[in-house]
T-cell receptor, first 115, second 113 residues
Framework: AQSVTQPDIHITVSEGASLELRCNYS??????LFWYVQSPGQGLQLLLK??????LVQGIKGFEAEFKRSQSSFNLRKPSVHWSDAAEYFC?????????????FGKGTTLSVSS | DTAVSQTPKYLVTQMGNDKSIKCEQN?????MYWYKQDSKKFLKIMFS???????INETVPNRFSPKSPDKAHLNLHINSLELGDSAVYFC????????????FGPGTRLTVL
């Protein structure tokens, strides 16, 4: 069965410091991978997604993620964190070529930004 | 201008009541979803409709019944509400397959007393 693991429940980063949020997935084939962000009291917004091709994908708000098949990982990175990045981050996997298969989400990582 | 909207934003009700949450999308998408986010922020799919046809029905109590009157609307009706139904319910839509970006509504926080 597909699953997504986000090992870090809560991370605190200083403003201006770099950030890496970890995501590991379990899936038999090449999955479709997503990172979403949820600001307090808001819905989810897509940051970036990976389907195929270049394993380093760029997203909105200066985020990027790298797909590493050998490690079954899709870690999210940002070189310099801003206070407005404080939010909940969700990694998700979807099954390709299967209409009607929904996203499977990890349990999320809460990012706090200290000044 | 809102892409995916939900009403109400907050819903407080007593155990045993029946309530509905409405969702509308103005993106012209074919597929709509309901997700439940529990108190630990874990998001889980409940239902998905494609062109008004139910295509995903996860293990959800049959007290929950989705209804899609047209492609732009997917409502969630809950009968005999229980304490454990307290959660945030998110509606989402996508152009088609799951590989498409899903656009989420702002959520409905349901509190059952």
């Amino acid at each position: 069965a597909q699953s997504v693991t986000q090992p870090d429940i809560h991370i605190t980063v200083s403003e201006g410091a770099s950030l890496e949020l970890r995501c590991n997935y379990s899936y038999g084939a090449t999955p479709y991978l997503f990172w979403y962000v949820q600001s307090p009291g808001q819905g989810l917004q897509l940051l970036l997604k990976y389907f195929s091709g270049d394993t380093l994908v760029q997203g909105i708000k200066g985020f990027e993620a790298e797909f590493k098949r050998s490690q079954s990982s899709f870690n999210l990175r940002k070189p310099s964190v801003h206070w407005s990045d404080a939010a909940e981050y969700f990694c998700a996997v979807g099954s390709p070529n299967q209409a009607g298969t929904a996203l499977i989400f990890g349990k999320g990582t809460t990012l706090s930004v200290s000044s | 201008d809102t892409a995916v909207s939900q009403t109400p934003k907050y819903l407080v009700t007593q155990m045993g009541n029946d309530k509905s949450i409405k969702c509308e999308q103005n993106l012209g998408h074919d597929t709509m979803y309901w997700y439940k986010q529990d108190s630990k922020k874990f998001l889980k799919i409940m239902f998905s409709y494609n062109n008004k046809e139910l295509i995903i029905n996860e293990t959800v109590p049959n007290r929950f019944s989705p209804k899609s009157p047209d492609k732009a609307h997917l409502n969630l009706h809950i009968n005999s509400l229980e304490l454990g139904d307290s959660a945030v319910y998110f509606c989402a839509s996508s152009p088609g397959l799951v590989t498409d970006t899903q656009y989420f509504g702002p959520g409905t926080r349901l509190t059952v007393l």
